[in-house]
């Protein structure tokens, strides 16, 4: 069969090729001295080998155009041993016994750790002399484990491994620019590919693997299809090129800055931040000022160093008012992430009066206000109504009494003398968000501050659409019982909505 035929199971676009110039690593880039690969074209087709040559590359294999001595490892596909070595006897080149041949379900495993993986015996190719053995299935034709695939990220394990970024990271470009368009629909269809890549054990490499995968419409796998033909997509080409694109994207990278402002900047003609923020005609609120003038340290990404430290910070500080309460790291830091745009923080204290409870993030934010740890702060009062049912929209905020911060974090003390990086400013200033629960909803807004956005969006619509139940930040309700489900951890509320417990460093979607 026409190789060019076999990749094109999915819609289809007519495009120009751009191979060529993207294909070519430097030789610095090359991570693993030691292996020299060259990837078979018979029965694998030219665009499915580039596409594995580039994608090996970048994974820092050395991977050859031409077969030559210094190859140590040729990789192949629907071919057996002897089928190699005679190609090798056209060629004129003989093999050493050194000269590994394998499965390109090698190479596919390498790519997915990213390094070398060891060579076993469902890698290496035999020769198959009779030809009874082709017709019992070999194993690279064994067809990836059927399990079914829910459409619903709070039924799948995503984890921070994802095998799939060059396709997530396209999708999540596509799903921003739908955002800054206010197009919510378009938005979600491009987020809902993205989470489900994620969590896939392995990479795509042709439109068959994408065979059974859900949500991934038309529209998405035409995206894909780009990819493992050219390396990119047209479509998030043109965004990144896109003038309104690329105004949101540097808008909004300043805290307090959200898609009003944005537009109306946009609208008004400016480009940069510098003429923004030099601008003699326009207000801005307290929160943008505060995000123009901590710039660069907000832009600049918290690290689980930094975070751990606000947790000291925020533990002395809640301790020295509320000795009892639990203060817990939540978003994306909880789900194991190593860098995040924020801290996040869920307090609860059992046992206190509602005052004490109303009282808490004031006290905390004058203590640091004292201490001179205080950039910004915006405190949000609680709006949470006793007996309200829970809000069934999937991104509905919270009533929860919340502050959003910017603390400034001194430069913990470093032994080594390389400190000249920090030129005299020994601190640096990071945004916190803090959430304060009453004891009894607890789990609830565990779960929820946890995210990730596309899982909670998810285990909602979960709850709304299998179970006829109402989930949100606050509390579970079953409308067919007419009644709040009561929880007190997480796995309560899993069990009540009948899933299986997934850890929150599983809910990376
Ligand atoms: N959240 C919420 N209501 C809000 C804001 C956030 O319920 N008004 C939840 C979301 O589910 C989100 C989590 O709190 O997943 C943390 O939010 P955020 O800090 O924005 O995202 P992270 O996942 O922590 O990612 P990042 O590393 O960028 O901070
Ligand atoms: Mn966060
Ligand atoms: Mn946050």
């Known amino acids: 069969m026409d190789p060019q035929q076999m990749a094109h199971t999915g819609p289809r676009k007519k495009r120009a090729r751009q191979m060529g110039a993207s294909m070519a690593a430097t030789p610095q880039d090359i991570k693993f001295q030691d292996l020299v690969l060259f990837i078979l074209e018979k029965k694998m087709g030219t665009t499915r080998r580039g596409f594995l040559m580039e994608l ?16 140590t490892h040729i990789v192949a596909e629907n071919n057996s041993a002897s089928d190699v070595l005679d190609w090798l ?18 190479l596919i495993e390498c790519i997915g750790a990213g390094k070398p993986v060891e060579i076993t015996g469902k890698h290496q190719l035999v020769v198959t002399e009779d030809y009874s053995a082709s ?18 990220a709070c039924q799948r394990r995503t984890t921070l491994n ?38 896939l054990p392995f990479t795509i490499i042709s439109m068959k693997d994408t065979e059974g995968i859900p949500c991934l419409v038309d529209r998405t796998k035409c995206v894909i299809e780009d990819i493992i033909e050219d390396g990119e997509s047209s479509e998030v080409k043109a965004v990144l090129n896109d003038e309104r694109y690329k105004c949101f994207k540097l808008f909004t990278s300043v805290f307090g800055v959200g898609l009003k402002t944005s537009e109306k900047w946009f609208r008004m003609g400016f480009k940069t931040l510098s003429k923004i923020r030099t601008d003699k005609t326009l207000k801005f609120t307290q929160m943008q000022e505060a995000g123009f003038l901590y710039y660069e340290d907000l832009v600049s990404c918290v690290t689980k160093a930094e975070a751990d430290a606000v947790s000291v910070l925020v533990q002395e500080a809640v301790w020295a008012f509320l000795p009892n309460a639990f ?3 939540t978003g994306g830091f909880r789900r194991g992430k190593k860098i995040g745009h924020d801290v996040d923080f869920l307090i609860t204290s059992p046992g206190s009066t509602e005052e004490e409870e109303q009282q808490l993030l004031h006290k905390v934010v004058n203590l640091w206000k004292r201490e001179g740890l205080l950039l910004y702060s915006d405190l949000i009062e609680s709006t949470f109504e006793k007996l309200k049912k829970p809000s069934s929209k999937v991104d509905a905020l919270d009533h929860f009494q919340k502050c959003f911060l910017i603390l400034k974090l001194h430069h913990q003390k470093v032994d080594s003398g390389k400190s000249s990086q920090l030129q005299g400013k020994t601190w640096k200033a990071i945004r916190v968000d803090l959430v304060m629960c009453p004891y009894e909803c607890h789990a609830f807004a565990l779960l929820g501050w946890t995210g990730s956005r596309q899982f909670e969006r998810d285990i909602r619509r979960y709850a709304t659409h299998e179970r006829k139940m109402i989930l949100d930040n606050h509390a579970l309700y079953d409308k ?23 850890e929150p460093w599983e809910r990376n979607a």
């Open 56 to 71: 090996a590359r970048r994974k820092g294999f050395r991977v050859e155009n031409e077969l030559s001595d210094s190859v």
């Open 89 to 106: 006897q056209v060629q004129k080149i003989k093999a050493s016994s050194q000269l590994e041949l394998l499965d390109v379900s090698w």
């Open 135 to 152: 017709l019992s299935p070999s194993p690279q034709k064994t067809p990836p484990p059927a399990v079914k695939i829910s459409q619903y």
């Open 162 to 199: 994802n095998h799939n970024h060059i396709f997530t990271d396209a999708f999540e470009i596509l799903a921003e620019n739908c955002e800054f368009r206010e197009n919510e629909g378009s938005y979600v269809v491009f987020m809902r590919a993205a989470s489900v890549l994620k969590s």
């Open 327 to 329: 203060v817990t790291m």
């Open 480 to 502: 067919t019982k007419r009644v709040f489900l009561k929880a007190d951890s997480e796995e309560e509320i899993f069990a009540h909505l009948g899933l299986d417990y997934i």
